[in-house]
């Protein structure tokens, strides 16, 4: 099993352009969650979907789109990238929640650079 | 809204010592889990240890122990016999009844040998 995996792994972009990260996992997890991660920060949550077709906001969802189609992929867009999106980006996934917590696993991050 | 709160930006420990690295969370919730995550320089992040807030006895896994004191909100990762692969970025993780993870702001260790 891959596990969770981000495509891709490294990007610049010019601002005012637009990209799409991808996440997938084959774990047949319900939940998939988009982080990003700043110098002093932590992890925050960007939006997160607890199942195919449904999406929702997390802490900091503006300037980002997602879609969740397909159960093994959650897509992150950016529609019009902008210096303050320059960050580490982060997918995680997990199985669906019942009374206790299910561990999250982590993709191994996009480096996205906007300038 | 829970909050989670690392304290220390950073930490040393000489090799084969014993290091506490410290984290403090807000929370009105009653049943919750605490984690610990590092993130070596891969920037793969890797679960350390959880902790249930209904349990009394700390958690610990091998070298990495946890000193978890709820009615203080406080959630310390202790780490003995430290090896230079423990050097890395440390983050304390909170999740409550919607099952998001609130990260605190990170505390990079570093081992000397």
């Known amino acids: 099993n891959a596990g969770v995996t981000q495509t891709p792994k490294f990007r610049v972009l010019k601002t005012g352009q637009s990209m799409t990260l991808l996440c997938a996992q084959d774990m047949n997890h319900e939940y998939m969650y988009w982080y990003r991660q700043d110098p002093g920060m932590g992890l925050r949550l960007i939006h997160y979907s607890v199942g195919e077709g449904t999406t929702a906001k997390g802490e900091v969802p503006d300037g980002y789109n997602v879609s969740r189609l397909k159960k093994q992929n959650f897509l992150l867009g950016l529609e019009s990238a902008a210096p303050s999106q320059t960050s580490v980006y982060f997918c995680a996934s997990t199985s669906q929640s019942g009374t206790s917590y299910n561990e999250q696993f982590f993709g191994p991050g996009t480096r996205l650079t906007v300038l | 809204a829970q909050t989670v709160t690392q304290s220390q930006p950073e930490m040393s420990v000489q090799e084969a010592e014993t290091v506490t690295l410290s984290c403090t969370y807000d929370t009105s919730e009653s049943d919750y889990y605490l984690f610990w995550y590092k993130q070596p320089p891969s920037r793969q992040m890797i679960l350390v240890i959880r902790?249930?807030?209904?349990?009394?006895q700390n958690a610990t896994e091998n070298r990495f122990s946890v000193n978890f004191q709820k009615a203080a909100k406080s959630f310390s990762l202790k780490i003995s016999d430290s090896q230079l692969g423990d050097a890395a970025m440390y983050f304390c993780a909170y999740a409550g009844n919607t099952g998001k993870l609130i990260f605190g702001q990170g505390t990079t260790l570093q081992v000397k040998p």
């Open positions: 902790q249930e807030a209904y349990k009394q």
